[in-house]
Nanobody, 129 residues
């Protein structure tokens, strides 16, 4: 089993920055894909960014956050991070960390819910205009 615990959420004004962290414990060697998702009330959970954790760390970003968010993984500390810059009001959501056993041959981890087996409880991000 893999446990994920997010932290770092909070309130920020538009244009500001936040850094989310996800501490991972358990048999983390079983997971190859990690990602951040977000969800607002009444909407489906959407993928924000993913990273292929075995060597190389190839990343994928949603178009809406490309160039503003950066996903990274510290394998030594078993921590996944999401640096969010130039935040917009539409970035406000509950952010979830996710990990999946799926090992893509391409090294590209999809931003699709079905790929991920383990989920954190979420951390709230609020962006005021």
């Amino acid at each position: 089993q893999v446990q994920l615990v997010e932290s770092g959420g909070g309130s920020v004004q538009a244009g500001g920055s936040l850094r989310l962290s996800c501490a991972t414990t358990g048999y983390t060697g079983s997971t190859s894909c990690m990602a951040w998702f977000r969800q607002t009330p009444g909407k489906q959970r959407e993928g924000v960014a993913s990273i292929y954790t075995p060597g190389g760390g190839r990343t994928v970003y949603a178009d809406s956050v490309e160039g503003r968010f950066t996903i990274s993984r510290d394998n030594a500390k078993n921590t996944l991070s999401l640096q969010m810059d130039s935040l917009k009001p539409e970035d406000a959501a509950m952010y979830y960390c996710a990990a999946g056993r799926f090992a893509p041959e391409t090294g590209i981890c999809p931003l699709e819910n079905i790929v991920y087996d383990y989920w954190g409880q979420g951390t709230q991000v609020t962006v005021s205009s």
